[in-house]
């Protein structure tokens, strides 16, 4: 063999070796890999994705316990805090509707003061009570006390912890015209206010149709309503006035008739139904006029239990014409017209019966007549 053959043959067996020395090295690496894999005390190795995903359960229950363990401790912690807070603030609870107004709708004049009055559950007073309005500019409110400041109308509130009413208001203003007194376009005339001696309008038209429609209507009830006196001059009540004084007594007189130019019947707005007597209130045609008027535009001007309102004695025939609205609103909140438009029926010299006053009254009976 010459020498060129030669050495391209030993280059080949050098090329061979190195060839099979590499493979063994290469199983013998990938053997090892393995082996490590497969033994239980050798950590595995695996890939960075591997190790997020084996981690993150682990992480999750780790956030999971320490939120366990912070919820019990401040569940431990506030326990107590809570019972001593319960202990320190706790207010009696009412029931639902505890707090109630005893008038439906508050009416008041300008300059003048009216007080809300409460039913309260027991152990809650007036002065426990927050007070407020949803038009400052209409009224004044101080503890329940009402002041009417402008004519017009709001709502005025009184709460107690959870509980509250709302009660209207009404602001109303006082004129006077030619000598004659309206409260918001209704005329006025009681022992607080008079008519001039001139006025003398006779019934008035309006009070005389709206009567004839009532007794159509009564009539059709088999009921017979007929006008048994209406209109009276200021010179013939000062007649009658004048009878009731000699007859009986000034004191008595003032509790059952009109001074001149004090009564309703000057005002051609008052009529007195049928005949003036006390039983009337018993009869069907008493009892149908005490639950009708009102829908013709008549309040019962003079009603029972309110004498001390009014200034006069029950007088269930004698009625006056207000429009049907006003009159509507009267009989549904159970008001006179003194309360209505917020004035007093008192006279300026008025004093308080003797005893022998007293007896004398009792003593004559005769019907009572405004």
Request: no cysteine.
């Given at each position: 063999m010459s020498p060129e053959k030669q050495e391209v043959r030993r280059e080949r067996l050098k090329y061979i070796l190195f060839v099979i020395i590499l493979c063994v090295l290469l199983g013998f690496g990938i053997f090892t890999i393995r082996k490590r894999n497969t033994d239980p005390n050798v950590t595995p190795i695996i890939s960075a994705e591997e190790t997020t995903e084996a981690t993150s359960p682990t992480e999750e229950?780790?956030?999971?316990?320490?939120?366990?363990?912070?919820?019990?401790?401040?569940a431990d912690t506030s326990e107590p805090a809570t019972e001593e807070t319960t202990e320190?603030?706790?207010?009696?609870t009412l029931p639902v509707g505890a707090i109630a107004a005893k008038v439906q709708h508050l009416y008041v004049r300008i300059n003048h003061t009216q007080r809300i009055e409460l039913e309260l559950?027991?152990?809650v007073k007036q002065n426990d009570i927050c007070w407020s309005t949803d038009d400052p500019d209409v009224v004044d409110l101080a503890a329940g006390q009402v002041t009417g400041l402008q004519k017009g109308t709001c709502t005025v509130t009184a709460s107690y912890g959870d509980e509250h009413v709302d009660i209207p208001v009404t602001v109303r203003e006082l004129t006077i015209k030619n000598?004659?007194?309206?409260?918001?376009?209704?005329?006025?005339?009681?022992?607080?206010?008079?008519?001039?001696?001139?006025?003398?309008?006779?019934?008035?038209?309006?009070?005389?149709e709206a009567f004839d429609v009532l007794a159509e209507d009564a009539a059709k009830e088999g009921l017979e309503l007929y006008i048994g006196s209406s209109y009276r001059s200021y010179d013939f009540q000062q007649k009658v006035y004048n009878s009731m004084v000699s007859g009986y007594s000034k004191q008595y007189?003032?509790?059952?008739?009109?001074?001149?130019?004090?009564?309703?019947?000057?005002?051609?707005?008052?009529?007195?139904c049928n005949s003036i007597d006390n039983n009337f209130a018993e009869t069907p045609a008493g009892q149908w006029l005490a639950a009708h008027a009102h829908e013709y535009g008549f309040?019962?001007?003079?009603?029972?239990?309110?004498?001390?309102?009014?200034?006069?004695?029950?007088?269930?025939?004698?009625?006056?014409?207000?429009?049907?609205?006003?009159?509507?609103?009267?009989?549904?909140?159970?008001?006179?017209?003194?309360?209505?438009?917020?004035?007093?029926?008192?006279?300026?010299?008025?004093?308080?019966?003797?005893?022998?006053?007293t007896e004398e009254a009792e003593e004559n009976d005769t019907p009572d007549e405004e």
């Open positions: 229950t780790a956030t999971e316990t320490a939120a366990t363990e912070v919820t019990e401790e401040t320190e603030t706790t207010e009696p559950p027991p152990g000598g004659i007194t309206y409260v918001d376009g209704l005329l006025v005339v009681n022992k607080s206010y008079s008519l001039p001696r001139d006025y003398d309008p006779g019934l008035l038209p309006i009070t005389e007189a003032d509790d059952l008739s009109a001074r001149p130019g004090h009564s309703e019947h000057q005002s051609g707005y008052s009529i007195d309040i019962i001007r003079f009603p029972e239990g309110k004498e001390k309102i009014t200034g006069y004695a029950y007088e269930s025939w004698h009625i006056r014409y207000v429009g049907i609205e006003h009159a509507t609103n009267m009989y549904e909140q159970g008001l006179t017209l003194e309360e209505y438009l917020d004035v007093k029926s008192v006279y300026d010299d008025a004093e308080e019966d003797t005893e022998d006053e």
